[in-house]
T-cell receptor, first 108, second 113 residues
Framework: AQRVTQPEKLLSVFKGAPVELKCNYSYSGSPELFWYVQYSRQRLQLLLRHISRESIKGFTADLNKGETSFHLKKPFAQEEDSAMYYCALWNRDDKIIFGKGTRLHILP | KAGVTQTPRYLIKTRGQQVTLSCSPISGHRSVSWYQQTPGQGLQFLFEYFSETQRNKGNFPGRFSGRQFSNSRSEMNVSTLELGDSALYLC????????????FGPGTRLTVT
């Protein structure tokens, strides 16, 4: 079964500390994975995709096929990073499967 | 380009009633997807329409239905509303070139009493 799992509903991190939002997936083919973010009172939007291998707002995510993971990382958390983060998988049948999301709370 | 728009933004209905939500995609986007967002279940996929045809469907009961018009605008209908249908309903559109990149609307907040 195709599935995206985000084990943490809430993650609280102090400002300046490293952040790691976990995402594991279950997919038999070659996955395309994404992170979406929803800031307070803003729309859900694409943050980054694994194929682009870029860093957006200091965040990076590496696809680990052996561990079937796509964790989102940032070395130094900032208060503006507080948001809801969703990991998503595109299954090439034009269907996107979202995880249940992790709320990231940056503590001052 | 104008973003995805959804109407109405807020809606209060009573159990047993039905409701219709509307979504206008970004100009040129032919795919429209609907999601239900709740604190407990997160983002759950309802269905996707492409060129007036339902292309994908999530695991929701038949009370949830949708359609898409020739101008790509889409409507979602929920019949016989239940208290558990209270949620934020999000619509998203995507282009043919990048179907994985969903552009979300602001959502319709539905409260069932």
């Amino acid at each position: 079964a195709q599935r995206v799992t985000q084990p943490e509903k809430l993650l609280s991190v102090f400002k300046g500390a490293p952040v790691e939002l976990k995402c594991n997936y279950s997919y038999s083919g070659s996955p395309e994975l994404f992170w979406y973010v929803q800031y307070s009172r803003q729309r859900l939007q694409l943050l980054l995709r694994h194929i682009s291998r870029e860093s957006i707002k200091g965040f990076t995510a590496d696809l680990n096929k052996g561990e079937t993971s796509f964790h989102l990382k940032k070395p130094f958390a900032q208060e503006e990073d507080s948001a809801m983060y969703y990991c998503a998988l595109w299954n090439r049948d034009d269907k996107i499967i979202f995880g249940k999301g992790t709320r990231l709370h940056i503590l001052p | 380009k104008a973003g995805v728009t959804q109407t109405p933004r807020y809606l209060i209905k009573t159990r047993g009633q039905q409701v219709t939500l509307s979504c206008s995609p970004i100009s040129g986007h032919r795919s429209v997807s609907w999601y239900q967002q709740t604190p407990g279940q997160g983002l759950q996929f309802l269905f996707e329409y492409f060129s007036e045809t339902q292309r994908n469907k999530g695991n929701f009961p038949g009370r949830f239905s949708g359609r898409q018009f020739s101008n790509s605008r889409s409507e979602m209908n929920v019949s016989t509303l239940e208290l558990g249908d209270s949620a934020l309903y999000l619509c998203a559109s995507s282009s043919d070139r990048a179907p994985y990149e969903q552009y979300f609307g602001p959502g319709t907040r539905l409260t069932v009493t």
